[in-house]
């Protein structure tokens, strides 16, 4: 049997689904199998805040439910880690406003259990108003109304698991981000960062909280198993009825892959908790770009980018696209020593009468060894002529 895995990644609050095919006899699928699966689903899930769901082609007509439980909805609990055969145990609270709660692990090994029980100390089985999951690789369970409190997950198996815990709630974590000062002079103001933090600097993070359904909030950084990794100090700028955005600045960074955590009491008294639904990391590598870049149609316009090391000597791949068409970079690679820039040009066209689809280029640099030598800039692009 083939298999075909689903990636469900959460974008900016709102749900996509990316699905795929992996055939051949490498990726079978067969009874207590759920792998192996390419390297870069789970690089996706981990960055975007989606999930690997490895499903059989018999599975996926029912898997709508499975899919549903993601749309909409907070991250309330976001890890991956080995799954061990003795068994884990996660702790995951549940705050007063949220009207459905969906549990869900999935693995690309195989699962021998998965228990979900709620505040009481009761199991949770199917019945009214619970929705069970169980596929080969993927089990849970949706709760409609339920109670606030601790609730805990007990699972055992092998492999890789994914595990996310997602909330229907008008509670959330809204643009977690990293930024910094840009703009006109008299209209300066903060701006997404277009990649990741850079590793040994200080970096600003700003986030914003559903207000009204909240009584506190404090941030922290966790780690893509779902460990604490150190706190965030972050003050309230700006307030409204509906939402509160807070911004800080962290000294140092964590030296792995990590998330955003918002915590503390909900309106009702209740302990609450929401994830970012990407993650960030540190990156040994920096992209800088022009702000802006002006191109002639019929003509190639040469960008210039610096891309630099911010430590460890790195090969780094450079890639660059534009209206999903990659474009010529010289060089495309490059050797740097530590703490070493270099520039490199990207030579960007537009056909003449044509347009732009995408009014960006994107700029990575990659190194094909090392996770954090990764990062990207983002250059917005207008035409001249404008027709």
Known sequence: MSSAVAMVPLLAGTMGRAAADQTGPGRAFRPGRCGPIDASYGRGANETGGQVLPLSPTELGAAAPLMAASFNAETVFWATSPLTSGGQTIPVPVDGVTSRVAFVLSTDGSIANVKVTDPRGTLVTAGTGVEAFNFGCVRGFAVDQPLSGEWTVQAAGTGTYWFIVHARTDLGLDDAAFVQVAGRAAHEGLFKIAGQPVAGRPATLRARVTREHVTDATFDLVALNGARLQATELSPVTASSTEEEYVGEIANLPSIPFRVRVSGRDRTGAIYQRFSGRSFHAATVEVVAPQTVTLTRGQQTPVTVSVGTAGAPARLQIVAVLNATVLRVEPATLQ????????????????????????????????????AGANSAIIPVTLDPVF
């Open 336 to 371: 740097l020593s530590a703490n070493e820039s270099r520039d490199v040009t990207v030579w960007a066209d537009v056909p003449a009468g044509g347009t732009v689809l995408s009014p960006h280029i994107v700029v990575s640099a990659e190194s094909p060894t090392d996770p």
